[in-house]
């Protein structure tokens, strides 16, 4: 019987072994590959890539160093066109049930809402994503557009002057 694709939402918990489980991680189609938030990253003179899951301020961390003489590097462009150079790995992982190993960008992702992503690769031949499912790990965050159209309506001319004319657009 053929192996069937697992349908996941656009945001699933990932397990990195028993030591860190159920980080909330985004879904994205529109991005090639997956990223984890990873601090401390240096190569030694030995070339031996050492980095740490997370930051100190996530939950997530634990301050075990990892070191690898296993990685890659890639010239990676946000979606705002601003390109850096990141470190890549290879973690086992488990995402929806099942056990994999996939190559991660290593990031700082403090100012993000996911400390994970998860990207097209990672996805591909493996699992079908409905964005209609979502288990909310990740508490959504206040409608800002709402509060700003609210702010709008009150006075549309002061609005305008104060987001547009003074440079703020």
Not at 155 to 166: E, I, R, S
Request: overall charge positive.
């Amino acid at each position: 019987m053929a192996n069937r694709k697992k349908v996941i939402g656009r945001e699933i918990a990932v397990d990195f072994g028993e030591e860190i489980k159920n980080v909330p991680a985004k879904v994205d189609t529109g991005a090639d590959s997956s990223a984890v938030w990873a601090s401390d990253i240096f190569v030694d003179p030995e070339h031996v890539l050492h980095f740490k899951l997370f930051g100190k301020d996530s939950p997530y961390y634990t301050g075990v160093e990892h070191t690898t003489k296993d990685f890659s590097v890639a010239m990676t462009k946000s979606s705002l066109g601003e390109t850096a150079l990141k470190y890549r790995v290879k973690l086992q992982i488990c995402l929806a049930g099942r056990k994999l190993r996939t190559t991660f960008g290593l990031s700082d992702r403090a100012t993000h809402t996911y400390p994970i992503l998860i990207g097209r690769k990672t996805l591909s031949g493996r699992f079908i994503v409905d964005v209609s499912q979502a288990d909310y790990l990740v508490k959504p965050k206040k409608n800002t557009p709402m509060k700003l159209n609210e702010k709008m309506r009150q006075n549309p001319y002061k609005f305008y002057k104060d987001n547009y004319l003074n440079g703020t657009k």
